[in-house]
Structures are given as structure tokens and as C-alpha cells.
């Protein structure tokens, strides 16, 4: 059995219930975070952006209407603004994609494609 991982869920977004269905299939332990209703610190969301090597606006959801109301799509997206960001998602956890799994070898992967689903197979140990 493969070293457990963690996933941010939303059970009710297609894609998520996709990654935990992918993860049941390959015999991965896991555990579920449902981050709307325990929402990430930004300690936390620095620790995954770093596990992920992408930036906050990679993975929030401009199109969300809190996005809308806030105007993100019009911050910039320089090293200045970062924790700018960081905040907006440690706020409105709505905006942070999903589902973000964090694997046991250090790493995580955003598994909205079946690309990133198959990466989730070899960092299980699969």
C-alpha cells in the first residue's frame, strides 16, 4: 500500500470526485480535506505553492463570483503582489483550485487532467 497523501476536496466539483475515484483505483491511502470548510492557512498555501512550483494566481479561480467582486483579474502578478494573493485564498478558499492532491513523496499536482491523474499513480509509489 502506497504512503498516504492528501487531498483539498470539494465533493461537490466533478473533477475532485474524479481524483479521489482515480486514487480509490490505484489502492493510494488518503485523506480527505474538505477545504471550504477547513480552509488552508496561508502558511499553508505557501507550503503548497512550493510543493506545486506555481504561484497563487495558478491556481485561483478568477472566475468565481468573490474573484469578480474583488477584481483579481486586474492585480498584478508580480513577486510584490504575492501575498496579496495569499491572502485572497486563506480568505476565500472558494477561489483555490481543486482538487489539489499533496503526495507522500513532497510534491503535489492540481488533478483537474487525466495527465495530472497519472502523475498521482507514480508519486504513490504506483
Known amino acids: 500500500m502506497p504512503a498516504a497523501s492528501e487531498i483539498w476536496h470539494n465533493p461537490r466539483c466533478t473533477k475532485s470526485r474524479a481524483a479521489t475515484t482515480h486514487l480509490d483505483g490505484i489502492g493510494a491511502a488518503y485523506t480527505v480535506r474538505r477545504y471550504l470548510d477547513d480552509p488552508p492557512t496561508a502558511a499553508e498555501l505557501r507550503a503548497v505553492l512550493t510543493r506545486l512550483g506555481k504561484e497563487p494566481w495558478e491556481i485561483t479561480r478568477t472566475g468565481e463570483a468573490v474573484a469578480?467582486?474583488?477584481?483579481?483579474?486586474?492585480?498584478?502578478?508580480?513577486?510584490?503582489?504575492?501575498?496579496?494573493?495569499?491572502?485572497?485564498?486563506?480568505?476565500?478558499?472558494?477561489?483555490?483550485?481543486?482538487?489539489?492532491?499533496?503526495?507522500?513523496?513532497?510534491?503535489?499536482?492540481?488533478?483537474?487532467?487525466?495527465?495530472?491523474?497519472?502523475?498521482?499513480?507514480?508519486?504513490?509509489?504506483?
Do not use: N, Q, Y
Request: glycine share 8%.
Open 68 to 126: 469578480k467582486e474583488l477584481g483579481l483579474k486586474e492585480w498584478p502578478r508580480t513577486e510584490a503582489e504575492r501575498e496579496r494573493w495569499i491572502t485572497a485564498l486563506a480568505e476565500h478558499p472558494v477561489l483555490i483550485e481543486r482538487p489539489i492532491v499533496l503526495t507522500p513523496d513532497g510534491g503535489a499536482v492540481v488533478a483537474r487532467t487525466p495527465e495530472a491523474l497519472a502523475r498521482l499513480g507514480s508519486a504513490a509509489g504506483r
